[in-house]
């Protein structure tokens, strides 16, 4: 029998992808239920060190997941091979996988959006597949997009960052209910957690402040792989009407790993994440957004750097006197090209982690807080009281304003984060 010219691209593709299958896979069986995970030949070589994805393992076992289905499949920039290829050109070019849509989420399915956009509904260029845009939509509008798309199965592969409130991880949870009340399957390929998966910290949200930043009782850093989200989301929160879930899970990836350490190149997830060392600090910086403070948006190390005009050296002393672990405060001056003080010169905090493994980005970002206000007399919060959505509830604003000491705001969080950890461990697919 011979192939297509597009079986052969598709092939190819799938090879590309599928080198260095073998050990380090956990199978479906080990364990949690509604999993899958590839088996390739033990014959073909394993490049030592580094993580293999979802994606690869299921280009390893042929697609056989996806045979026999209409597929769409949710992504953006970040959905690539090993070798950097976008999986949705290898996916249209294989003839064993009838890809028939892609679905796009805040920033757009090629990212160009800012944050709080989208590209709207277009067409691929590539492969000339339809585009559909999910940025807004949940529920039943959104099972409306995956019925006109015409697909079986909804597959899940983006880059997530680790944070609760970055907004990919609500659109798998939409797109799980969606597919749910649309009757279709979900498959979630696994990709690594950039800044480790060892413990999860920070405020658990309070459902009385859900929103596309937080939709259900999550700790802001999570310490989850999109995999592992996808489980305790069905497990947990959408026990009513669950979707009919498949996740396909990395091989050689341990929860002490940060992006570093994988062997995997680094995409953008979005615009204003441009290296794993944003991603490290965003989790504790972001805070800010909720605040009349930069966030380093408009610069070249966003989330990295932040600061106001009129803000001077005292800052950066006071949150380096709290002796938080594994990172420096650095005084800092930049002027963003947008977003807040565009064009103007704002002195604030350089954030420096020279221990990965002992930062903690949430401690960091209330430490920022707490001396941002103290230190600098304009210090204010959003209007719209932003940052109880960041946080998850209005707990932290009101303990920062009330004069509350880092150690404080941290320990009012501490029976929450408890309750969630235990809850956690049930869904976690890696050690």
Same mark, same amino acid.
């Given at each position: 029998?011979?192939?297509?010219?597009?079986?052969?691209?598709?092939?190819?593709?799938?090879?590309?992808?599928?080198?260095?299958?073998?050990?380090?896979?956990?199978?479906? /069986?080990?364990?949690?239920?509604?999993?899958?995970?590839?088996?390739?030949?033990?014959?073909?070589? $394993?490049?030592?060190?580094?993580?293999?994805?979802?994606?690869?393992? &299921?280009?390893?076992?042929?697609?056989?997941?996806?045979?026999?289905? $209409?597929?769409?499949?949710?992504?953006?920039?970040?959905? @690539?091979?090993?070798?950097?290829?976008?999986?949705?050109?290898?996916?249209?070019?294989?003839?064993?996988?009838?890809?028939?849509?892609?679905?796009?989420?805040?920033?757009?399915?090629?990212?160009?959006?800012?944050?709080?956009?989208?590209?709207?509904?277009?067409?691929?260029?590539?492969?000339?597949?339809?585009?559909?845009?999910?940025?807004?939509?949940?529920?039943?509008?959104?099972?409306?997009?995956?019925?006109?798309?015409?697909?079986?199965?909804?597959?899940?592969? @983006?880059?997530?960052? %680790?944070?609760?409130?970055?907004?990919?991880?609500?659109?798998?949870?939409?797109?799980? $209910?969606?597919?749910?009340?649309?009757?279709?399957?979900?498959?979630?390929?696994?990709?690594?957690?950039?800044?480790?998966?060892?413990?999860?910290?920070?405020?658990?949200?309070?459902?009385?402040?859900?929103?596309?930043?937080?939709?259900?009782?999550?700790?802001?850093?999570?310490?989850?792989?999109?995999?592992?989200?996808?489980?305790?989301?069905?497990?947990?929160?959408?026990?009513?009407?669950?979707?009919?879930?498949?996740?396909?899970?990395?091989?050689?990836?341990?929860?002490? /790993?940060?992006?570093?350490?994988?062997?995997?190149?680094?995409?953008?997830? #979005?615009?204003?994440?441009?290296?794993?060392?944003?991603?490290?600090?965003?989790?504790?910086?972001?805070?800010?957004?909720?605040?009349?403070?930069?966030?380093?948006?408009?610069?070249?190390?966003?989330?990295?750097?932040?600061?106001?005009?009129?803000?001077?050296?005292?800052?950066?002393?006071?949150?380096?006197?709290?002796?938080?672990?594994?990172?420096?405060?650095?005084?800092?001056?930049?002027?963003?090209?947008?977003?807040?003080?565009?064009?103007?010169?704002?002195?604030?905090?350089?954030? @420096?982690?020279?221990?990965?493994?002992?930062? =903690?980005?949430?401690?960091?970002? @209330?430490?920022?807080?707490?001396?941002?206000?103290? /230190?600098?007399?304009?210090?204010?919060?959003? #209007? =719209?009281?932003?940052?109880?959505? &960041?946080?998850? #509830?209005?707990?932290?604003?009101?303990?920062?304003?009330?004069?509350? %000491?880092?150690?404080?705001?941290?320990? =009012?969080?501490?029976?929450?984060?408890?309750?969630?950890?235990?809850?956690?461990?049930?869904?976690?697919?890696?050690?």
């Amino acid at each position: 029998m011979s192939l297509s010219r597009r079986g052969l691209l598709g092939l190819a593709g799938a090879v590309g992808a599928g080198a260095g299958a073998g050990a380090g896979g956990l199978p479906a /069986s080990a364990g949690t239920p509604g999993t899958a995970a590839a088996a390739p030949p033990a014959a073909v070589p $394993r490049r030592a060190g580094r993580v293999r994805t979802g994606f690869e393992e &299921l280009a390893g076992d042929g697609y056989a997941l996806l045979a026999g289905q $209409r597929v769409g499949v949710v992504t953006n920039p970040t959905g @690539i091979t090993a070798d950097a290829r976008h999986l949705v050109d290898v996916l249209h070019a294989d003839d064993r996988v009838d890809l028939v849509a892609v679905f796009g989420p805040e920033h757009g399915f090629r990212g160009t959006a800012q944050a709080g956009g989208s590209e709207g509904r277009t067409s691929d260029p590539a492969t000339g597949l339809p585009v559909y845009d999910t940025y807004g939509r949940s529920g039943q509008a959104l099972a409306d997009v995956f019925a006109a798309a015409g697909v079986d199965t909804v597959v899940f592969d @983006i880059q997530d960052v %680790g944070a609760r409130f970055y907004t990919y991880v609500w659109t798998l949870y939409d797109c799980m $209910r969606a597919a749910a009340l649309a009757g279709r399957a979900v498959v979630v390929l696994d990709r690594p957690n950039p800044v480790g998966g060892r413990r999860a910290t920070g405020p658990v949200l309070d459902r009385a402040y859900a929103s596309f930043v937080g939709r259900e009782p999550v700790a802001l850093a999570h310490g989850m792989t999109a995999a592992e989200l996808a489980l305790l989301f069905n497990g947990e929160f959408l026990k009513d009407r669950p979707a009919r879930l498949s996740t396909v899970r990395m091989a050689g990836w341990r929860r002490d /790993s940060f992006f570093a350490d994988t062997g995997l190149p680094w995409v953008p997830p #979005s615009p204003n994440m441009p290296t794993p060392d944003t991603a490290l600090a965003y989790a504790g910086t972001c805070l800010f957004e909720g605040t009349n403070l930069s966030e380093g948006r408009g610069t070249t190390t966003p989330f990295e750097v932040v600061g106001a005009e009129g803000v001077d050296r005292r800052w950066a002393e006071a949150a380096n006197a709290l002796e938080l672990p594994g990172v420096w405060f650095r005084e800092t001056y930049f002027s963003p090209s947008f977003s807040k003080f565009a064009g103007r010169t704002c002195g604030g905090v350089r954030v @420096i982690v020279h221990d990965r493994a002992a930062f =903690d980005p949430v401690r960091a970002g @209330i430490g920022l807080l707490v001396t941002a206000r103290r /230190s600098w007399s304009g210090f204010a919060w959003r #209007s =719209d009281h932003w940052i109880d959505k &960041l946080t998850g #509830s209005d707990r932290v604003r009101r303990l920062v304003d009330g004069g509350a %000491g880092v150690e404080e705001v941290v320990a =009012d969080w501490a029976d929450g984060l408890a309750r969630f950890a235990g809850v956690r461990e049930e869904y976690l697919l890696y050690r």
